[in-house]
C-alpha cells in the first residue's frame, strides 16, 4: 500500500511568490491533516478535513494561508505571497474515520525555503 | 499550557540500558494517546498507540495513567537504531496534539 504522498519534497521560493504544497493521501482514509514543524514551535496543525470537507481551520495563520480537498485522493495547500517567516517543514497526514483507529500516517514532508 | 508536554532531553545512554520518558497532559477530556518516533529531516512514524492503561510491543511499552494524567514510554535494551526524537501526542476530538519531543541518543 502506498503510503501518503507529498509533492514537491523541497521547494525554495522568493518572498512574495506563490506556493503550492500537494497532497495525496491513503486510499480509503477519511481523515486528511496538514501539519507545519519549525524547531521553534514543533508540530502544529493547520487544517483538517473530513471526507473533503474542511473541519477546523483555526490554525491557519492568516488569510495568505489557503487549502483545498476538491476530491477524496487530493489537497493543495497554497500559501500567496509567501514570507521568509513561512520557512518550515509542511507535513500531510492521513487516517480512517471509522473502526475505532485513530493513528495517524504522515507524508514525507515538504521542506520549504523562503529566501 | 501546553496540552502536552515532554521532557526535551536529549537522553543519552549506552546500548543495552533501558530508559524511561514521561509525558503529562493537561486535558483530562484526551481520549487516545500515541507515541511517534521522529528521526532526523524524516517524517514522524507511529510507534505505539494507547488506547486503554497501556501497550507493549517487544522492547517497548507504554503505559497511561489517567489519574495524574501522564504517559510513559519505557524502551528495554536499547539499540544503537532506537537514537531518534519522540514525540507523544494526545487526541482530543478529532485534533492530535504533540509534545514538543524527546531527543534519545544510545552511544556504542
Known amino acids: 500500500d502506498a503510503g501518503v504522498i507529498q509533492s514537491p519534497r523541497h521547494e525554495v521560493t522568493e518572498m512574495g511568490q506563490e506556493v503550492t504544497l500537494r497532497c495525496k493521501p491513503i486510499s480509503g482514509h477519511d481523515y486528511l491533516f496538514w501539519y507545519r514543524q519549525t524547531m521553534m514551535r514543533g508540530l502544529e496543525l493547520l487544517i483538517y478535513f473530513n471526507n473533503n470537507v474542511p473541519i477546523d481551520d483555526s490554525g491557519m495563520p492568516e488569510d495568505r494561508f489557503s487549502a483545498k480537498m476538491p476530491n477524496a485522493s487530493f489537497s493543495t495547500l497554497k500559501i500567496q505571497p509567501s514570507e521568509p517567516r513561512d520557512s518550515a517543514v509542511y507535513f500531510c497526514?492521513?487516517?480512517?474515520?471509522?473502526?475505532?483507529?485513530?493513528?495517524?500516517?504522515f507524508g514525507p514532508g515538504t521542506r520549504l525555503t523562503v529566501t | 499550557r501546553k496540552e502536552v508536554e515532554q521532557d526535551p532531553g536529549p537522553f543519552n545512554v549506552p546500548e543495552g540500558a533501558t530508559v524511561a520518558f514521561n509525558c503529562t497532559y493537561s486535558n483530562s477530556a484526551s481520549q487516545s494517546f500515541f507515541w511517534y518516533r521522529q528521526d532526523c529531516r524524516k517524517e514522524p512514524k507511529l510507534l505505539m498507540s494507547v488506547y486503554s492503561s497501556g501497550n507493549e510491543d517487544g522492547r517497548f511499552t507504554a503505559q497511561l495513567n489517567r489519574a495524574s494524567q501522564y504517559i510513559s514510554l519505557l524502551i528495554r535494551d536499547s539499540k544503537l537504531s532506537d537514537s531518534a526524537t519522540y514525540l507523544c501526542?494526545?487526541?482530543?476530538?478529532?485534533?492530535?496534539?504533540f509534545g514538543t519531543g524527546t531527543s534519545l541518543t544510545v552511544i556504542p
Open positions: 501526542v494526545g487526541m482530543t476530538g478529532n485534533q492530535f496534539y
Open positions: 497526514a492521513s487516517r480512517r474515520g471509522t473502526g475505532g483507529n485513530y493513528e495517524q500516517y
